[in-house]
C-alpha cells in the first residue's frame, strides 16, 4: 500500500485555520439568529432563498438541492416554517406531482426583521479585518473551493 500523501506544513496550518472557521462561524451565525429572531440559521437561508425566488415561490425538490438538505429535512423545516405562517405549500402547476414552498408576508417579514442583526454579525465576523482586496481573494477561494465540492451550485455551473 502506498504511503499517503500527507499535507505539506502550509497546507496543514490553512486547512487547520479552515476548520476552525467550519466550526465557529457557524455556531456564532446560529447563537445569534436564535438569540435575536427566534430562527434557526437553516430557516434563514430557506427564507432568503424563498425571497430571492422568482414570484417567491419554489419546487420543495429545488429547495433542498438549494439548500444542500435531505428532501426529508426540508419537508420538516417547511412544516415547522408553516405552523409559524412564514411558508405555505401549493400544488406546482406544471407538474401536479410536485409541491411548491412559497413565502408569505410573515415569512418575508420575519426575514426583514432577521436580517439586519445577521447581516451586522456577518460583517463584523467575516469582512471588518478584510480589505477589498482581501475580500476579493475570500471570493476567489470560495469559488475554488465550491467548484470541487460534490453538489455545490458552483460545481454544476461548470
Same mark, same amino acid.
Given at each position: 500500500m502506498d504511503d499517503p500523501q500527507w499535507l505539506t506544513a502550509d497546507q496543514q496550518v490553512a486547512w487547520r485555520k479552515l476548520a476552525n472557521v467550519m466550526i465557529t462561524l457557524p455556531a456564532a451565525l446560529e447563537a445569534q439568529l436564535q438569540r435575536d429572531s427566534g430562527m434557526s440559521h437553516f430557516e434563514y437561508s430557506v427564507l432568503v432563498e424563498l425571497d430571492d425566488a422568482p414570484h417567491n415561490s419554489i419546487r420543495l425538490s429545488w429547495l433542498a438541492a438549494r439548500s444542500h438538505a435531505s428532501r /426529508?429535512?426540508? /419537508?420538516?423545516?417547511v412544516t415547522r416554517?408553516?405552523?409559524r405562517g412564514w411558508v405555505r405549500r401549493e +400544488?406546482? +402547476?406544471t407538474d401536479s406531482r410536485a409541491m411548491l414552498a412559497v413565502l408569505t408576508e410573515n415569512g418575508r417579514a420575519e426575514l426583514v426583521r432577521a436580517a439586519p442583526g445577521h447581516v451586522e454579525l456577518v460583517r463584523s465576523l467575516v469582512f471588518s479585518g478584510l480589505d477589498d482586496e482581501t475580500t476579493s481573494d475570500l471570493g476567489r477561494v470560495c469559488d475554488a473551493l465550491l467548484r470541487t465540492l460534490p453538489g455545490s451550485a458552483a460545481r454544476q455551473d461548470k
Open positions: /426529508s429535512r426540508i /419537508s420538516h423545516v416554517m408553516e405552523k +400544488p406546482c +402547476p
